[in-house]
């Protein structure tokens, strides 16, 4: 194949299975043996076509981790580092995210939604714990967390 073409053609059907970073793709296409020239010149092409967006990639990552409850805060910063979104492009996503959801509701629903049984003035303490731990590793902030927990009896009494 003629220069680039390869690369593109790889690439092309890497990203047809799944949206990848550019940071991923790049990767990707090296361990497959094709030379850095052609990985830049498929990239930029990629680019060109709006096929390789690492911005919109991160809002669609962000936003069906916050829908699904699987991620928030730093949690949602790990993961789309993992992905290779650059760390100002993750920023931004965050901000965004951040001032369209407020974490409180999150954590309210995500409590509802998970532990529709728990009512935190009538659990032991390792049921406290774990659904606590819950919350944190999802990435919400300890203070909300503990303030949806204190708050959540007196919901259910109102």
Same mark, same amino acid.
């Given at each position: 194949?003629?220069t /680039?073409?390869?690369?593109?053609?790889?690439a092309? &059907?890497?990203?047809s299975?799944? &949206?990848?970073s550019?940071?991923e793709l790049?990767?990707?296409?090296l %361990?497959?043996?094709? +030379? +850095? *020239?052609?990985?830049?010149v498929?990239?930029a092409?990629?680019?060109?076509?709006?096929y390789?967006?690492?911005r919109l990639?991160?809002?669609r990552?962000?936003? %069906?981790a916050?829908?699904?409850? #699987?991620?928030?805060?730093?949690?949602? $910063?790990?993961?789309?580092a993992?992905? /290779?979104? +650059?760390? *100002?492009? $993750? &920023?931004?996503?965050?901000?965004?995210?951040?001032a #369209?959801?407020?974490? /409180?509701?999150l954590?309210?629903?995500?409590?509802?939604?998970?532990? +529709?049984a728990?009512q935190? &003035?009538l %659990?032991d303490?390792?049921?406290?714990? #774990?659904?606590?731990?819950?919350?944190? #590793?999802r /990435?919400?902030?300890?203070s909300?967390?503990?303030e949806?927990?204190?708050?959540?009896?007196?919901?259910?009494t109102?």
């Open positions: 194949m003629s /680039g073409k390869r690369g593109l053609t790889v092309l &059907d890497l990203l299975r799944r &949206d990848r550019e940071a790049r990767k990707k296409l %361990a497959k043996e094709i +030379p +850095p *020239q052609e990985v830049d498929a990239i092409r990629l680019k060109e076509l709006n390789l967006d690492d990639l991160a809002e990552l962000a936003s %069906a916050v829908a699904a409850g #699987r991620g928030y805060g730093i949690r949602l $910063a790990l993961d789309l993992r992905k /290779g979104i +650059p760390r *100002q492009i $993750a &920023d931004e996503t965050l901000t965004e995210i951040t #369209r959801h407020d974490e /409180g509701e954590v309210r629903e995500l409590l509802r939604r998970k532990f +529709p728990f935190p &003035d %659990a303490n390792r049921e406290k714990m #774990r659904t606590m731990n819950f919350l944190l #590793r /990435g919400f902030s300890r909300v967390v503990f949806a927990m204190r708050n959540l009896s007196t919901e259910d109102d």
